[in-house]
């Protein structure tokens, strides 16, 4: 199976502070790499798909980018509503999924 | 319509099964694939199975192969998972999701119910 490390595990974070999440593949999945945002007790929801696409509704603070094994998420500007836990996740075959990185506003 | 809505919470006993169910509204049985994920408490995600209703085509991991079962009624638009043997390790939050119908494929699930609290107790 494909491995997902994501970086930091968790990070805490000022009001209109800008915040990057990093996540590697164990090999190369090409742009097949998405990322979910988790407030606790809900479902995930999807934020940006393919790397960078933002799925519909999805505010344009947030922003993807990498390619091949290294991938980022970014928040421009960090809102309060922005917290949560964040995982990226590869379809490039069996679906797996990073570990999580757990965002707190200070 | 919400597109996936998913039964209510379950409490087993270790080595019983629980089946869990997604019923499945608009275009999404007919023209998606449905997967099952959990999360144990304070955990991660981790991905069971899926299976295309439109053909009954299941893909599992290896991890799950011999103990998820993944079916399709297309009579009532819904998707159950079957986890059997079960444990103390198995008490999670399970969801249903719906995605792409390829495999490899840079289309995300866009979509996840609203999750099933099963709970293994003694």
């Known amino acids: 199976d494909i491995q997902m490390t994501q970086s930091p595990s968790s990070l805490s974070a000022s009001v209109g502070d800008r915040v990057t999440i990093t996540c590697r593949a164990s090999?190369?999945?090409?742009?097949?790499l998405h990322w979910f945002h988790q407030r606790p007790g809900n479902a995930p929801k999807l934020l940006i798909s393919a790397v960078s696409t933002l799925h519909s509704g999805v505010p344009s603070r947030f922003s993807g980018s990498g390619s091949g094994t290294d991938f980022t998420l970014t928040i421009s500007s960090l809102q309060p509503d922005d917290l949560g836990t964040y995982y990226c996740?590869?379809?490039?075959?069996?679906?797996?999924f990073g570990q999580g990185t757990k965002l707190e506003i200070k | 319509q919400v597109p996936l809505v998913q039964s209510g919470a379950e409490l087993k006993k270790p080595g019983s099964s629980v089946k869990v169910s997604c019923k499945a509204s608009g275009d999404t049985f007919s023209n998606y694939a449905i997967s099952w994920v959990r999360q144990a408490p304070g955990q991660g995600l981790e991905w069971l199975g899926r299976?295309?209703?439109?053909?009954?085509?299941?893909n599992y991991p290896q991890k799950f192969k011999d103990r998820v079962i993944i079916t399709a009624d297309k009579s009532t638009s819904t998707i159950k998972m079957t986890l059997r043997s079960l444990n103390y390790d198995d008490t999670a939050v399970y969801y249903c999701?719906?995605?792409?119908?390829?495999?490899?494929?840079?289309?995300?699930?866009?979509?996840w119910g609203q999750g099933t609290l099963v709970t293994v107790s003694s």
């Open positions: 999701t719906r995605g792409p119908e390829a495999m490899y494929t840079n289309n995300a699930p866009d979509f």
């Open positions: 299976i295309i209703p439109a053909s009954g085509i299941t």
């Open positions: 996740q590869q379809t490039y075959g069996s679906w797996t």
């Open positions: 090999q190369s999945i090409t742009n097949y």
